[in-house]
């Protein structure tokens, strides 16, 4: 095992199907993900974020471009990427015949490991997860949420160096989701290195070291979610609304984004008196808050991360 | 660093054992389906027995022979089903399993549960086939050929699909043309004889007709033989290996 976990180089993926118009799903994306980090891929539906992964987990050939896996091709040899790997797929399922504790011990067993190592790994993964009170009932009884647990316990049990997550947390309730989270973030600890894609802005900003905003198959930007906020211009998110709205007066205070009736603007801190002035003489309902990830990725992509 | 090291590449049929046992635990839960498997084996063995009790031995060892080749049926639905519903590809194959380890797992993992109802009409064929140790063997032997045979083919057939509701219509047309229309139930003597050379190159009518010799239920020349003989032993090879190629190939989409 040599290199960096991922490297890609300029990945483009077209996908051609017969009497419909080529799709052009990754448009030459270069990204690196070092040992041991915690990096997201965050992006609207339809950005190319599950092609990107298909590619990296050795199960969909790319178009053009260079990918490798610790040191390793993954086109050309994924053979050898494969042992390294693990990924929780998008709307993957359990075996409904299963009940998580026998799928998650399966799944060791089938990746060659040891039948006790794999049986504590199962406990430990279980426990994890939340699964205790349901690891003996047969997958199809489990909801949604459970069964998409079960999924990241038999994935996250693998404790492969490299791990690919797919929307891991969809479908789960809040807590749920604080459960999957804290032990992706021991897996890291303990040596693995996640590869994620979310289109969740709390997720990428709790769970990842770096992140890597995508759009219309390409990155469009990519750092900490720190990094990403400061670079919106302001550290205040201001929400502006009422029937006196005018955009023009508050575009000099910083970047501004409508929607329809409200209008978002961010300032710095020196300058909200001022700006608060005007909203109180317009009768405007103004609320004031610190700028998030959502802010950023409006300001870079142009579009909410949930806009069609 | 984590604890999972890579196994040496060479072994090409990694994580078979354990992915059968995964289909196995999976399989007998359908205690159903495990019954209905014989539904038609059963329904003909009672029409012969009505019509012309005198063919009963030929049909149970056709039935024997059409157990083992619709296993393939199971396998082109739940390769299918795993792979489109379940996702389960990439669960299996983005990981030290091999495509092969993948595919004969779920193949052979499908037979051991099935194979029991199996047993149970030989079990029956007891009381009225001729069996001598080297009839027996027989029976074994062109009985796991054509159920490697349709195992591949319904592997393979399985990637083609996108949508398993396109699968059953399919997959029930060729598995009841080639094991119910051609002679696998009825003697070779009784399918019209311009078409018999094709029925002894289609691998469960040749394992048919191979059996039905030996009992002395037809009379085959040997060339006749040579040709049943060879064509099932030339196709399940290929098919085959054909089919652990095709694994590989598409364990990853285009
Ligand atoms: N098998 C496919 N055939 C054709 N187009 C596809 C296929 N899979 C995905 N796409 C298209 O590629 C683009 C990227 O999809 P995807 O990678 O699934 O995005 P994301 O995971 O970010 O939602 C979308 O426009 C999608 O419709
Ligand atoms: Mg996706």
């Not at chain 2, 074994?140 to 490697?148: E, G, I, K």
């Amino acid at each position: 095992m040599t290199g960096e976990a991922l490297w890609s180089d300029q990945l483009r993926k077209v996908y051609e199907s017969r009497g419909a118009p080529p799709v052009e799903a990754l448009r030459g994306v270069s990204l690196e993900v070092h040992r041991g980090e915690r990096v997201a891929l965050l992006g609207r539906n339809g950005a190319g974020k599950t092609t990107f992964l298909k590619i990296a987990s050795t199960l969909l050939r790319p178009s053009s471009g260079r990918i490798e896996i610790f040191g390793e091709d993954v086109d050309l040899r994924p053979d050898r990427v494969r042992p390294y790997i693990a990924v929780v797929p998008q709307e993957g399922k359990p075996f409904f015949h299963l009940t998580p504790r026998e799928q998650v011990y399966t799944y060791l067993r089938a990746r060659g490991l040891a039948r006790e190592t794999a049986r504590a790994r199962t406990e430990s993964a279980i426990e994890q997860m939340g699964l205790e009170s349901v690891a003996d009932r047969l997958a199809i009884t489990l909801s949604g949420g459970q069964r998409q647990r079960t999924m990241v316990a038999t994935v996250i049990a693998t404790e492969a160096p490299l791990l690919f997550l797919d929307e891991p947390s969809i479908g789960m309730d809040p807590f749920a989701r604080r459960d999957v989270w804290d032990s992706l973030r021991e897996l890291t600890r303990k040596g693995s290195t996640l590869l994620l894609t979310t289109h969740y802005l709390d997720e990428a900003e709790v769970l990842s070291d770096r992140l890597y905003i995508v759009e219309g198959g390409r990155v469009l930007v990519h750092g900490t979610a720190e990094e990403l906020k400061r670079s919106v211009g302001g550290t205040l998110k201001v929400t502006l609304q009422g029937p006196g709205l005018v955009v023009e007066e508050f575009q000099g205070f910083g970047h501004c984004v409508s929607d329809g009736s409200a209008l978002t603007v961010i300032v710095d801190p020196q300058r909200l008196a001022e700006l608060l002035q005007i909203a109180v003489r317009r009768q405007l309902t103004a609320g004031v808050g610190p700028v998030t990830l959502e802010e950023a990725f409006l300001r870079v992509v142009g579009r909410s991360i949930n806009a069609e | 660093m984590p604890s999972e090291l890579p196994l040496a590449p060479s072994r090409a049929f990694r994580g078979l054992g354990a992915f059968l046992w995964t289909e196995l635990l999976v399989q007998a839960h359908e205690w159903l389906a495990m019954a209905t498997s014989m539904v038609v084996q059963g329904v003909l063995l009672v029409f012969v027995w009505i019509l012309d009790p005198s063919l009963l031995p030929v049909s149970f060892l056709g039935a024997i022979l059409f157990s083992m080749f619709t296993m393939g049926q199971r396998v082109l639905n739940e390769a299918a089903y795993l792979r489109i519903d379940h996702k389960a590809n990439d669960l299996y194959l983005a990981s030290p399993i091999t495509p092969e380890g993948y595919f004969l797992g779920m193949a052979l993992g499908i037979l051991t549960v099935y194979v029991g109802p199996v047993l149970a009409i030989g079990l029956l064929s007891l009381w009225v086939v001729p069996y001598t140790p080297a009839i027996g063997a027989l029976l074994v032997v062109l009985a796991l050929s054509v159920w490697l045979f349709s195992a591949s083919t319904g592997y393979i057939f399985s990637t083609f699909f996108r949508d398993n509701r396109a699968i059953w219509a399919y997959s029930s047309l060729f598995f009841n043309l080639f094991g119910v229309l051609f002679p696998v139930f009825y003697p070779l003597s009784l399918f019209p004889a311009d078409l018999r050379p094709i029925a002894l190159v289609l691998p469960p009518s040749a394992a048919a007709a191979l059996l039905q010799s030996s009992i002395g239920a037809i009379s085959l020349s040997e060339g006749q033989i040579a040709l049943a003989a060879g064509a099932l032993a030339v196709e399940v090879t290929l098919i085959l290996f054909a089919a652990v190629l095709w694994a590989r190939r598409t364990s990853r989409e285009a």
